[in-house]
């Protein structure tokens, strides 16, 4: 199956600082990304939709401001936490959707603690 | 607004059994559905993908049906192994993708 790449697995972060993690498709076009944050025993969270050339769309609740997406070219997405606070700390997955197909690929998520 | 729902949410089984396990969702106007394992800490791996033309997928020891007017998807796990042990999660895909909880399986040696 393709191959989609998430970038840092993990991260540690003082409060207040700011986080980009990258997701890359790396066999295949992807104009649609999406990115999920998922809690402990809980299923996936869908947090915004990405769309390569134009703004995201956020679904209801997300801080656009805070969580700030980019997908500036057809394989790479990148989500930034700004001023990271600890109740951020969660883990972040990104997944790209083959537009052939419809199949949906993972990254490998990322974890991120805030201190 | 679609409704995805797995049970059971825990399976535990000795080796050598097969898994089934259940995925149900509430509007049956979907393109898609699509099976994933996720081990702990990790992302989401594609296993199977059904389109909604299709009644069933098989890949391997796995195979998938799909019922679009029941609103159900079954995932069989033949002659399990204790590799199979890991969260194994739906996703249909209608409007949007909408994933169910999971169902967390153990395979015992």
């Known amino acids: 199956g393709a191959v989609v790449s998430q970038h840092p697995s993990r991260v540690i972060c003082k409060s207040g600082t700011s986080v980009k993690i990258e997701c890359r498709s790396l066999?295949?076009?992807?104009?649609?990304m999406f990115w999920y944050r998922q809690f402990p025993k809980q299923s996936l969270m869908l947090m915004a939709t990405?769309?390569?050339?134009?703004?995201?769309?956020?679904e209801q609740g997300v801080e656009k401001d805070k969580f700030l997406i980019n997908h500036a070219s057809l394989t790479l997405s990148t989500l930034t936490v700004t001023s990271a606070h600890p109740e951020d700390s969660s883990f972040y997955i990104c997944?790209?959707?083959?537009?052939?197909?419809?199949?949906?690929?993972f990254g490998e998520g990322s974890r991120l603690t805030v201190l | 607004k679609q409704e995805v729902t797995q049970i059971p949410a825990a399976l535990s089984v000795p080796e050598g059994e097969n898994l089934v396990l259940n995925c149900s969702f509430t509007?049956?106007?979907?393109?898609?559905l699509q099976w994933f394992r996720q081990d702990p800490g990790k992302g989401l791996t594609s296993l199977l993908l059904?389109?909604?033309?299709?009644r069933e997928q098989t890949s391997g020891r796995l195979n998938a049906s799909l019922d679009k007017s029941s609103g159900r998807s079954t995932l069989y796990i033949a002659a399990s192994q204790p590799g199979d042990s890991a969260t194994y999660l739906c996703?249909?895909?209608?409007?949007?993708?909408?994933f169910g909880a999971g169902t967390q399986v153990v395979v015992t040696p």
């Open positions: 997944s790209a959707r083959d537009y052939d197909t419809g199949e949906l690929f």
């Open positions: 066999d295949f076009q992807a104009t649609t």
């Open positions: 990405s769309n390569e050339g134009s703004k995201a769309t956020y």
């Open positions: 509007d049956s106007a979907i393109y898609n």
């Open positions: 059904i389109q909604s033309s299709q």
């Open positions: 996703a249909v895909k209608g409007g949007k993708f909408q």
